[in-house]
Structure formats: C-alpha cells, structure tokens
C-alpha cells in the first residue's frame, strides 16, 4: 500500500478489523521509511451503478463524492467520520441492492438528505441549501419552516 505521506509502498499492517457488517476489513499501517500510521479499508468490488447527473452525462459511483459532500456539510457539527461512513455505506449497500445498472444522481441526493436530516437538522439545511440549490432567503427559510413542522408532529 502507498504510504500517503512519504510515497513509499514498504509498510506493515499493525491492526485489522472487520466491520460489523463484514464486508469491509479496516487496516491500520505503519510506513516503514517514515514510520507515519495511516488507515486503509479493504472491501469486495461490486458491481455498483452508474450514476446519471443532471445534465444526462453519466459517471461511475464515486463514494468519496458523497462523503465529501457529507463531510462539508457536517463541517464543525459533533459528528464523527465513522458516522458518515457508515451512511456511504449504506447508501451504497441501497443502491447495489435496487440491481439497476444505472441510478439517477438526484436519487443519492435524497437519500443522503434523508439521513441528515435524521442525523443533524444544521447539516441537513447546509447540504439542502446546495443540493436544491436555493436562490434566495425566502426558500432557505422555507425549509427550515418544514423541519419545524416536522419536529412537531
């Protein structure tokens, strides 16, 4: 494995845990030149969907995509890195198991504002406000209006 930090592809796994799942198996390393630990995950290839975007081009399934945006919209929240993880996962586990060759990206869309919104109601308005892309206050603070209503019931 590469070392992230000094390049060097000389390292030692130190620790190896399974998921709960068990479909992915978390490693930690050690570089043997720099002596810098860092974590990588072995999980099985399967076959996920192409991911069909707005403008009808089509892209292959990009996990990082959605936890970057997850990450940025989590941003200084009291949220963990495993938290959002484990709904990459499952929001890739979801989209495997529909057996499309192809998902619309609007659909990923939801789904990771489903989870927001039950996981954080500030990472859900940050990621809604870019997702649906809100052109002024007033839809911004109509969202927030629902979540009140929401919260209510």
Known sequence: MK?????SLRDRVIDSRQSKEGDVIRRRRLCLD?????????RIEESVP??????????PFDRMKILNGLKKACEKRPISV????NIVDTIEKKAMDTGESEIMSAWIGEEVMNHLRELD????????????????????????????SERKK
């Open 121 to 148: 109601k500030v990472a859900y308005v940050r990621f809604a406000s870019v997702y649906r892309e809100f052109r002024d206050v007033k839809e911004f603070l109509e969202e927030i209006g629902r979540l009140f």
């Open 50 to 59: 192409v991911v069909i975007k707005k403008d009808g081009r089509r892209e």
């Open 82 to 85: 495993e938290t959002l993880q």
């Open 34 to 42: 720099c002596n810098k630990r860092f974590t990588s995950y072995e």
């Open 3 to 7: 070392c992230p930090y000094c390049g």
